[in-house]
């Protein structure tokens, strides 16, 4: 399993490899001096998928395919040539053979993709892991509550950062 750590503000920390049948206590983290101390009380189910951030125990997690930069040009591209095929400016057959290598490279890129399992109190990414399907794709209200049980754990302390999901807060007075 492999767990990209993010600290603060989500500021990345670093990423780990673990081995979750060896559940090491601790783990140092490439390019800094402190170590990661792994939190593996019921973090699978008993199917063997992950169930809660090894990184701060939190149970709410989301999936999302982590697609690879080139996605968008890939995708544009693919557009552009259906758009030139479709108003018949090329129906040479190398026009249609760059179509289909277009389709396929887009197909590959979407069932290659990466899934990972990420936290919604710390954002810490897991790779790796068997994801279960209870596990759904990122939900603006589940971020929210999170959110807000932080800040309540906090004690509702005025420094408390507003999370990604809630409105700066000037757009929060004005209304």
């Known amino acids: 399993m492999r767990i990209e750590l993010r600290g603060p503000g989500r500021r990345r920390l670093g990423r780990v490899e673990l081995d979750e049948q060896a559940r090491p206590a ?39 395919r982590n697609l690879p930069q080139v996605t968008p040009v890939i995708a544009v591209l693919a557009f552009s040539g259906a758009m030139v095929s479709i108003l018949g ?63 309540e754990a906090d004690g509702g302390a005025a420094t408390a950062q507003p999370s990604p999901a809630e409105p700066p807060r000037e757009t929060r007075e004005a209304n």
């Open 26 to 64: 601790r783990v140092s983290v490439p390019g800094s001096e402190h170590d990661f101390f792994p939190q593996w009380d019921a973090a699978f189910d008993d199917a063997g998928s992950l169930r809660k951030c090894v990184a701060c125990g939190c149970e709410h997690l989301y999936r999302r």
């Open 89 to 151: 400016y090329a129906a040479h057959a190398a026009a249609t053979a760059l179509l289909v290598v277009l389709l396929v490279a887009d197909l590959l890129i979407i069932t290659l993709a990466v899934r990972q399992l990420v936290c919604y109190r710390c954002g810490a990414t897991h790779e790796g892991v068997r994801i279960a399907r209870y596990h759904r794709p990122w939900d603006r209200t589940m971020a929210e509550r999170v959110a807000r049980e932080e800040r």
